[in-house]
């Protein structure tokens, strides 16, 4: 048996794509290790909450947690069923639903490998995937000690996202943190016309309408929306409505591939120079003033002189004055 997994462009190696794929092909190779399929026969492929579990807790690894998401979660007026949350479809997801999925996927994966039977307990989960499918009645059995209760798995599942979002909060970033950040997330190419390699690419924000349209792009505009959703969360304040805005145009074009998006990203990009050269501007004041600061206190006024004694004045009023003052009236 062999897994393969195509890359048809260099830009998923900055994304978390190219991870879950990663995963998703480790996880067939474990499901049919010791029952290769029959050739031409249905397979089943790990879990969604699976992979995008892994995808997000390597994610938290690096960047942190995004703010907020748990207690959304918790305030919610209908707290999550894990029986309707294990059917979802992140594939079909906006950006937000994304985003709350893989926490609720984190907060799962983390349930169970604290439960008795651990990473043992999701090795046996995978083995029976070989002839079952995914449900909540094959993740049960393969850990005895939810006593194949659903309810029981909900209640640790809920207690772990309310684990999470007590959790002490994590640093914003500095505004260079934050463009490092959005200028990882755009850095993309694409041809200008597939069709006509010599008119060149378009790079950046710019080369979003046309990965819309090529093969999967309405999944890889959901996955750049959900990454500017995470970024949003620890952004520094100045930037985030430029971050905000380029969410906005990848949820539109995850949705409407074909959509005339090119004024607004224009103008995003023209209210991010803007702000980039006003912090520049403010960092450059900034520097100067610190710089300009004496590292010692001066001592021109150290040496500090009485003022001189005004003249004894000798009229008449003032020697009587003096003189009344001498006797002590």
């Keep these: 048996m062999k897994v393969q997994t195509d890359i048809y462009d260099v830009s998923i190696f900055r994304g978390l794509a190219l991870d879950r794929e990663i995963y998703r092909a480790l996880g067939l190779a474990w499901i049919y290790k010791n029952h290769p399929p029959k050739t031409g026969g249905a397979f089943h492929s790990p879990p969604a909450w699976l992979l995008e579990g892994l995808v997000e807790e390597k994610r938290v690894r690096e960047n942190g947690p995004p703010q907020g998401v748990y207690a959304t979660l918790l305030r919610s007026d209908h707290p999550p069923k894990i029986e309707d949350f294990l059917k979802a479809k992140p594939e079909l997801m906006e950006a937000t639903s994304l985003t709350l999925y893989r926490t609720q996927a984190l907060a799962l994966l983390k349930t ?104 999967g792009g309405s999944y890889l505009m959901r996955q750049k929306s959900a990454e ?40 995003t990009g023209k209210i991010l120079a803007l702000l980039l050269q006003r912090t520049g501007k403010t960092g450059d004041y900034l520097n100067w003033f610190e710089a300009t600061q004496l590292d010692t206190p001066s001592e021109n006024f150290l040496e500090v002189t009485s003022p001189p004694e005004s003249r004894r004045r000798t009229d008449p009023i003032s020697l009587h004055l003096d003189a009344i003052e001498n006797r002590g009236w």
């Design 112 to 215: 169970l490998q604290q439960l008795p039977e651990g990473q043992k307990g999701l090795e046996a989960f995978l083995d029976s995937l070989a002839e079952n499918d995914a449900d909540l009645k094959t993740l049960l059995a393969a850990y005895p000690s939810l006593e194949t209760s659903p309810s029981h798995l909900g209640k640790l599942w809920t207690l772990s996202l309310a684990r999470n979002s007590a959790s002490k909060g994590i640093e914003p970033y500095s505004i260079g943190e934050t463009v490092r950040a959005l200028n990882e997330l755009l850095d993309v190419s694409s041809l200008v016309d597939p069709k006509k390699p010599g008119l060149g690419k378009e790079t950046g924000a710019a080369a979003f309408p046309s990965l819309a349209k090529s093969e």
């Design 228 to 267: 500017f959703l995470s970024l949003e969360f620890r952004a520094h304040p100045l930037l985030k409505p430029a971050i905000a805005e380029y969410r906005n145009i990848t949820t539109e074009l995850a949705s409407h591939p074909k959509k005339n998006v090119g004024k607004q990203i224009g103008e």
